[in-house]
């Protein structure tokens, strides 16, 4: 299966708060699982990204967690900022180095 | 920084022109891919090209064929536009192992087709 389930569809969360996003999986083959950052009028731009080697990952508030057993990986953006506030993808590399992107999230953090 | 510009921000046409959204990088890149953007729905590949001349089908090709006759430059043909391909179409370079296997993106053409 190509496909890559992401939840939930929008979020809002206050600020100073913790934002959760999810994704699952079901192809194995799946190798590398970046989430990306997109705002009003913009392309999104590569946020963070994990190996399915390592449970965790983290980069200043962003934290990506990965359960291989479960084929599932989240993104925690901890103390949510106002300027958080976008639409974040998260994604899986099949062969060739094409993603299978999420349906999206709509992030918004209230000041 | 790789940059990535896609040579339209918005396109308005006519029910069966044909027509060319265009996508320069300017990192040297082999591998290079147009997806569309729809709300719901997520990024979805349509045709991707990993060199000069070389192309592969994605996961929603119809309608859409692609050039790729300089290795800087990749281009998204609508064959004859139908109203159901009124999208965003995002264009990425991929960026290789020292760049965490990532994309760059362009900023996108919100095309409309009336």
């Known amino acids: 299966q190509q496909q890559v389930k992401q939840s939930p569809q929008s979020l809002i969360v206050q600020k100073g708060g913790i934002s959760i996003i999810n994704c699952a999986y079901e192809?194995?083959?799946?190798?590398?699982f970046p989430w990306y950052q997109q705002f009003p009028g913009k392309g999104p731009a590569l946020l963070i990204a994990?190996?399915?080697?390592?449970s965790e990952k983290k980069e200043g508030r962003f934290t990506i967690s990965f359960n291989k057993s479960a084929k599932q990986f989240s993104l925690h953006i901890m103390d949510s900022q106002p300027g958080d506030s976008a639409t974040y993808f998260c994604?899986?590399?099949?062969?060739?180095?094409?993603?299978?992107f999420g349906t999206g999230t709509r992030l918004k953090v209230l000041a | 920084d790789v940059k990535v510009t896609q040579s339209s921000r918005y396109l308005v046409k006519r029910t069966g022109e044909k027509v060319f959204l265009e996508c320069v990088q300017d990192?040297?890149?082999?591998?290079m891919f147009w997806y569309r953007q729809d709300p719901g729905l997520g990024l979805r590949l349509i045709y991707f090209?990993?060199?000069?001349?070389?192309?592969e089908k994605g996961d929603i090709p119809e309608g859409y064929s692609v050039s790729r006759e300089k290795k800087e430059r990749f281009s998204l043909i609508l064959e004859s536009a139908s109203t159901n391909q009124t999208s965003m179409y995002l264009c990425a370079s991929y960026m290789g192992v020292r760049n965490l296997y990532g994309y760059t993106f362009g900023s996108g053409t919100r095309l409309t087709v009336v």
């Open positions: 090209s990993y060199d000069v001349k070389m192309k």
């Open positions: 994990i190996r399915p080697d390592v």
């Open positions: 990192m040297d890149h082999e591998n």
């Open positions: 192809n194995t083959a799946f190798d590398y």
């Open positions: 994604a899986a590399m099949s062969r060739g180095y094409k993603y299978i």
